[in-house]
């Protein structure tokens, strides 16, 4: 009976194992710069403010036939935000803001993955920014995949969530449209 539970734990493993092995492993192309992490948040009502963080770095795990198994990990140097001027982005910088002197990283962890079948998905994860974790709703767009012209296999999506600036102690008056800012997450990751 022993050896029985034994063969049939030993064939367990080598039938569930296979199915991990098979997920790819993609590197965030941040080097050719065909990746980016963009924000826009309404300026008084009037108007959006657009911007972007240049430096981050991540890689995500996909598997076609259990998408559902897809993870993803960012991490994102905020002193590297870039809204286009100068002066403003010395006071998003600043303890007011994303204090990055103090919390230079934001970082994003990937808890599950909800493939719809039509091309979208749910991703859903733990956000840290300012030394504050919630969890956070990413919609999903499988942009494509195929061969690249180097010779490498790509992977692209696209991201969209939206977080409010007091829940990572940010206070800063804004106005009542300015609570909350957009995020996207646009990558293209090249299988390692």
Do not use: C
């Amino acid at each position: 009976m022993k050896k029985n539970r034994l063969t049939a734990f030993a064939l367990a493993a080598v039938l569930v194992l296979p199915v991990h092995a098979l997920a790819d492993k993609f590197v965030i192309d941040t080097e050719g710069s065909h990746a980016f992490v963009l924000f826009r948040i309404q300026h008084l009502g009037y108007s959006w403010l657009s911007g972007r963080f240049n430096t981050f770095d991540g890689s995500f795990e996909y598997d076609e036939k259990n998408p559902d198994k897809a993870s993803v990990e960012v991490e994102i140097d905020v002193a590297s935000i870039d809204s286009n001027h100068a002066e403003r982005d010395k006071h998003l910088r600043s303890d007011e803001f994303l204090d990055v002197k103090k919390y230079p990283k934001a970082r994003f962890v990937s808890t599950s993955f909800k493939d719809n079948g039509d091309g979208t998905a749910v991703l859903k994860g733990d956000f840290t920014l300012r030394g504050v974790t919630r969890p956070v709703t990413i919609d999903v767009q499988h942009i494509g995949h195929g061969p690249d012209p180097w010779g490498g296999y790509r992977r692209g999506f696209e991201g969209t969530t939206r977080i409010a600036l007091a829940d990572y102690g940010i206070d800063y008056n804004l106005g009542p449209k300015s609570k909350e800012v957009e995020l996207t997450l646009s990558v293209e990751g090249i299988r390692q």
